[in-house]
């Protein structure tokens, strides 16, 4: 059972309705994470900021979601590995790179295999990747902004992995078909 809401416009307080207000313009929709973040006017708001400031960076929309689903596996994050699948698929993602992003295995397309491996060695290190983990990435034909630019993607997925930890978030009905549990997707 979790010690948090998941907010709608009606239970929220005033500062709250802004975050929800600009998720439903966004998605469509308010999703389970914004309601539950809406606890938190600054949270919900930086959340959101900051994902859209992520989404203007160089790096293109599916390789945005190569970070994000990469970040989301190794923080063990059911709702955003869930959700990112979701996104992903609609930005043409493949399945097989899908599947690997999923198990935490190695993507078939290299410079994606780069990315993901860069941003899984900078979250599991606590950013101590190391000059050969930098040039690695950097040798696969990413620049130094998008080195910086996997930090903030790694920024952005932290603040909703954590809030996702703490409130047990539940997952949407627009996320379902891509359930996701770890331990289950490594036994595959």
């Excluded at 599991?124 to 993607?153: H, I, K, M, P, T």
Aim: with cysteine; proline share 2%.
């Amino acid at each position: 059972m979790s010690l948090f809401d998941v907010h709608t416009l009606d239970s929220v307080s005033a500062d709250g309705q802004e975050a929800l207000q600009a998720a439903q313009g966004k998605f469509g929709f308010v999703p389970n994470l914004i309601g539950v973040m809406a606890e938190a006017p600054a949270l919900a708001n930086g959340y959101l900021s900051l994902a859209g400031i992520f989404g203007s960076s160089s790096l293109s929309a599916q390789e945005q979601q190569v970070v994000l689903l990469a970040v989301s596996y190794v923080n063990d994050c059911r709702y955003c590995v869930a959700a990112h699948t979701t996104v992903a698929q609609g930005t043409g993602l493949s399945r097989e790179n899908l599947d690997a992003l999923r198990s935490g295995g190695d993507l078939p397309d290299a410079k994606q295999n780069a990315l993901a491996t860069f941003s899984r060695a900078l979250v599991e290190s606590n950013g101590w990747a190391g000059d050969a983990a930098v040039q690695a990435f950097l040798d696969a034909g990413y620049s130094r902004q998008n080195v910086l630019e996997v930090v903030l993607g790694i920024g952005v997925k932290t603040l909703s992995n954590y809030t996702n930890h703490l409130a047990d978030t539940p997952l949407d009905g627009a996320f379902q078909a891509n359930a996701w549990n770890k331990a289950e997707s490594a036994a595959a």
